[in-house]
């Protein structure tokens, strides 16, 4: 595809269940990152893949937030025993170089916990 | 603790007038800025970065300038145009690291035809 593309765009989710968010980045793309993006606030970094290798998951908030990119190309998060503070936009984004260059955003993920 | 901010939520300017976006960061490992700009339901769109051996860099209607000594950034549209009205994020990466982007609250720009 022309962009990076997530799926679903709007997931509501009950309080205690399992959620699972899409990304396809751009072909090619050596570097995919995903982050966080509550309601007035900037984004903020969750985990970070060079290829399949998972580099940086700092940003995770807790042991129920969970990513893989398995074959180095589709990127899955999964948020497990919601709960209402994960709700926000997930953004997901890829960049072409290893080191250095802007990365490309998808148009997130809303994820409503009720 | 913020390490990127942007003390402006918002801004409001005429149509054909500049508009300057600033920011301030206080990590000074950071080594590479970017802006980028956001529609509602749209994700961040990449708009101009600078590399921090730079103190200038421009693309058309939009120059970055970047005061190291200040850890200071800012962006400026001139002529601004309606199209231009967007939350604009400035956002900072750090040398040596994981490439990933620290990004501040963001600035509401509203262009008045």
């Known amino acids: 595809g022309a962009g990076v593309s997530q799926s679903p765009r709007y997931k509501v989710a009950k309080r205690g269940q399992d959620v699972a968010l899409r990304c396809d980045p751009i072909s090619g793309h050596v570097s995919l990152f995903w982050y966080q993006q509550a309601l007035g606030q900037g984004p903020e970094f969750l985990t970070y893949?060079?290829?399949?290798?998972?580099?940086?998951k700092s940003g995770l908030p807790s042991d129920r937030f969970f990513a893989e990119r398995p074959e180095g190309s589709v990127s899955t998060l999964k948020i497990q025993r919601t709960q209402q503070e994960d709700s926000a936009v997930y953004l997901c984004?890829?960049?072409?170089?290893?080191?250095?260059?802007?990365?490309?955003f998808g148009q997130g993920t809303r994820l409503t916990v009720v | 603790d913020q390490q990127v901010k942007q003390n402006s939520p918002s801004l409001s300017v005429q149509e054909g007038r500049i508009s300057i976006l600033n920011c301030d960061y206080t990590n000074s490992m950071f080594d590479y800025f970017l802006w980028y700009k956001k529609y509602p339901a749209e994700g961040p769109t990449f708009l101009i970065s600078?590399?921090?051996?730079?103190d200038k860099n421009e693309d058309g209607r939009f120059t970055v300038f970047l005061n190291k000594s200040a850890k200071h950034l800012s962006l400026h549209i001139v002529p601004s145009q309606p199209g231009d009205s967007a939350v604009y994020f400035c956002a900072a990466s750090e040398a040596g690291g994981s490439e990933k982007l620290v990004f501040g609250k963001g600035t509401k720009l509203t262009v008045n035809p």
């Open positions: 893949f060079q290829n399949e290798a998972q580099l940086d």
């Open positions: 600078i590399s921090s051996i730079k």
């Open positions: 984004a890829s960049s072409l170089k290893r080191t250095g260059g802007e990365a490309f």
